[in-house]
């Protein structure tokens, strides 16, 4: 079993930056592959970035490549989702996402656990 916890969301000005934490127990965290995904309001929950757990290759979104980064920390048990460049279209609340398949985790269905989501909030 695993469980996630994100942290790092808040109000921020266009423009500006966030680092979101994702923590994770579970002795096995460290074989899951983890990815972060956003749900505006009215809208589909999308995917935006993701690691693989044995690789630690990396996938984005096209909306938030070359201004999110993701990483993770395995001696923490921690993924992290640095977002510079905010715009007010990636305001959501944002899920971090565990999946212990082949998987890429570009995709939530690949999810097995999810966490219970952090708001962000982007103004002009």
């Known amino acids: 079993q695993v469980q996630l916890v994100e942290s790092g969301g808040g109000l921020v000005q266009a423009g500006g930056s966030l680092r979101l934490s994702c923590a994770a127990s579970?002795?096995?965290?460290?074989?899951?592959?983890a990815g972060w995904f956003r749900q505006a309001p009215g809208k589909e929950r999308e995917f935006v970035a993701a690691?693989?757990?044995?690789?630690?290759?990396?996938y984005y979104a096209d909306s938030v490549k070359g201004r999110f980064t993701i990483s993770r920390d395995s001696a923490k048990n921690t993924v992290y989702l640095q977002m510079n460049s905010l715009k007010r279209e990636d305001a959501a609340v944002y899920y971090c996402?565990?999946?212990?398949?082949?998987?890429?985790?570009?995709?939530?269905?690949?999810?097995?656990?999810w966490g219970q989501g952090t708001q962000v909030t982007v103004s002009s």
């Open positions: 690691i693989e757990w044995r690789t630690f290759s990396t």
């Open positions: 579970g002795r096995t965290f460290n074989s899951y592959s």
């Open positions: 996402a565990a999946g212990g398949g082949i998987g890429r985790m570009m995709a939530d269905v690949e999810a097995d656990y």
